[in-house]
């Protein structure tokens, strides 16, 4: 009851703002996913309807998802849209407020508080930018008009529905980036569902306001894919003029061992231990090339985002945190 309330109130807040913009009530497809909806999970045939013809097209989303950044940038641009003085010193004061938080956080879940806090500054500068687009639009935009990931996106759109109902939330008062991704840590919704955490223990989920749950949930994620704990991420490596280099960006999970790294060529004077899961990649610097062993961690991290650039600018964010704050305590 309390989720087809607030589906209707939201629908009469923006029908009239939105009129200007095409639905989906007609979309092929979209009829099929309100059959799915109401055979699968009883849902009301005339609100999913309503939500439908509310859902709007937006070609603003279509262009964005087609506008792969990481892919066009070396690693020294990349590296310097999220390793800042405004991101470093946006860490320690997120750092500072939530400080219990994110030591609780460590504790449970065994992830460090520098690489939760890096995540939450490289997904939304600490809440300052969760995204402006309706989640609605924007999964029904990707779900009906998007065919090379409309099977992904109906399937989180479906998550989305089910989440609001859950949760007692209108569907057409959320907001999040252009993909539909929410809140802090910027969740998709089967996410959301599978991996976001009640942290502080008050009867609800909010990844949207309530940092708490917003820093758990983070933790929650990179624990249930794998995280190790105390163990590093990320270690140089230092090329022999003979190392094989058919093996360097074969693969985001580690398909090597540090000893069988070590054997091919890529030598690290860290200490870590020769049968750690690893593998190897580059960055392209300023200078030339630079190549490093990722480790377990390394891996987890790209789970968030399938991006070794993604996943060594947290890294990279977390240590000048730290440096920033003096140390981790």
């Given amino acids: 009851m309390q989720w087809t309330m607030g589906l209707l109130a939201g629908l009469g807040m923006v029908l009239s703002a939105c009129a200007q913009e095409s639905g989906h009530a007609d979309n092929p497809d979209a009829q099929a996913f309100v059959n799915h909806m109401v055979e699968k999970h009883a849902f009301n045939r005339q609100q999913m309807l309503d939500l439908m013809r509310e859902a709007k097209r937006k070609d603003a989303i279509l262009k964005a998802i087609q506008r792969p950044a990481e892919k066009a940038k070396p690693w020294y641009e990349y590296r310097t849209l999220f390793i800042t003085p405004q991101s470093i010193a946006g860490g320690v004061d997120f750092w500072d407020k939530n400080r219990k938080a994110l030591e609780d956080a460590e504790n449970k879940y065994g992830v460090p508080a520098e690489l ?45 529905l089910l989440l609001t109902r859950d949760q007692g939330l209108a569907p057409t008062e959320l907001k999040g980036s252009y993909a539909g991704a929410m809140g802090f840590g910027q969740f998709m919704p089967s996410s959301y569902r599978a991996y976001a955490v009640d942290f ?130």
């Fill in 116 to 160: 939760i806090v890096a995540i939450i500054g490289v997904e939304t500068r600490y809440g300052g930018n969760m995204g402006g687009y309706r989640v609605l639009d924007a999964l029904a935009t990707l779900a009906f008009n998007y065919p090379r990931r409309s099977e992904f996106f109906t399937k989180e759109l479906e998550n989305f």
């Fill in 200 to 329: 502080n223990n008050d009867g609800k989920v909010d990844i949207w306001q309530d940092t708490e749950d917003a820093i758990g949930s983070v933790a929650n994620y990179l624990a249930e894919h794998g995280w190790q704990r105390g163990e590093p991420v990320v270690v140089l490596a230092s090329p022999r003029p003979n190392a094989d280099m058919t093996i360097v960006n074969d693969s985001l999970k580690p398909q090597w061992t540090v000893g069988q790294l070590k054997e091919k060529g890529f030598e690290t004077t860290a200490q870590v231990s020769a049968d750690m899961p690893a593998n190897v990649f580059s960055l392209q610097t300023a200078q030339g090339k630079e190549y490093w062993i990722g480790l377990k961690n390394f891996s987890v991290i790209t789970s968030y985002n399938r991006s070794r650039l993604y996943a060594m600018a947290v890294y990279d964010l977390a240590q000048e945190i730290v440096k920033a704050r003096g140390g981790r305590s």
